[in-house]
């Protein structure tokens, strides 16, 4: 199945009692990047988020967004760091001595010097929220992978059929190349004539220099190889069962190149506005390429 690297995905559950939002989205890239955003209080599961991805993703530049609620606020534990608490007091029973202070050392005075008072928060428990993470992004995963294939039957669709013009383009090609032959021999026979004044044409000399010039213009390796491509192409989109975006890349500049080359041995006009519609077409199937994975 062909499929594009632009898609999105989104799925939203309540896992063992914690609430997950996943979203995927993504864009072209020659490679997979993938970028996580998580808070920070969960970054372990940015590793299993990387993991499942890669398992079903080869390429482009994927975002994830993930939320994560727990329901309740996380226990915490507070806690009183005496020895220090205990400092404080006697500094403050020896100032009130030494300077007269009638002032009364409060708990809440004491309580607001730097770490007399400790808050920590219990440990999350990971496995719990990795498996609740983990089995909504592959929900959202699947909707974001629906999504990029049914683009990528439509790009299939688009280079199928443009594939089919340049073969109709390529047979022109082929069925014009001939007629030029003929007309090059027709004319240097007349130029013969005009130049000798006479209806006496060494026949002989015609077809050398006629042969020679079909072999200049010769452009059935060329066509060969070119079908041969479009051959490869149409097969890569309707019988892969793998990403073909590279190997789609490649063999488009095979195609790009041979069309060069048949472009810069016409010597007929008709065969030189073919193949201007000919590249035409191979760009767009060059820019098509760019969205396949």
Do not use: W
Not at 144 to 155: C, D, I, N, P, S
Not at 179 to 190: D, G, P
Request: with cysteine; hydrophobic share 35%.
């Amino acid at each position: 199945m062909i499929r594009s690297m632009t898609g999105y995905g989104r799925s939203q559950q309540t896992v063992d009692g914690v609430t997950v939002t996943v979203e995927l989205k993504s864009v072209n890239s020659r490679y997979l990047e993938f970028n996580p955003r998580v808070y920070k209080n969960y970054v372990f599961v940015e590793d299993k988020l990387r993991s499942y991805v890669q398992s079903a993703i080869s390429r482009g530049k994927v975002d994830c967004f993930v939320q994560i609620d727990n329901g309740n606020e996380t226990p915490v534990t507070v806690s009183v760091n005496k020895t220090l608490a205990d400092g404080y007091y006697h500094i403050l029973t020896q100032m009130q001595k030494d300077y007269g202070l009638a002032e009364e050392i409060s708990v809440t005075r004491l309580a607001a010097f730097p770490d007399v008072l400790t808050v920590r928060k219990e440990a999350e428990d990971e496995e719990l929220i990795t498996r609740a993470v983990l089995t909504v992004l592959k929900d959202a995963c699947a909707s974001f992978v629906a999504m990029r294939e049914t683009e990528g039957a439509k790009l299939a669709d688009d280079i199928l059929g443009r594939c089919d013009r340049i073969t109709e383009l390529v047979e022109k090609v082929e069925s014009r190349s001939p007629e030029t032959v003929k007309e090059y021999h027709e004319k240097l026979a007349a130029r013969i004539r005009e130049i000798l004044d006479s209806a006496q044409v060494d026949e002989q000399r015609l077809l050398t220099e006629a042969a020679v010039y079909a072999d200049k213009i010769a452009v059935d390796e060329e066509t060969v190889r070119l079908r041969s491509h479009v051959s490869q192409v149409r097969r890569l989109l309707t019988e892969s069962n793998e990403p073909v975006g590279r190997k789609l890349d490649f063999i488009v500049q095979e195609i790009n190149r041979e069309s060069n080359t048949i472009g810069s041995k016409a010597q007929d006009i008709d065969i030189a506005r073919t193949v201007i519609e000919l590249k035409a077409e191979v760009e767009k199937i060059r820019e098509q390429v760019q969205n396949i994975e």
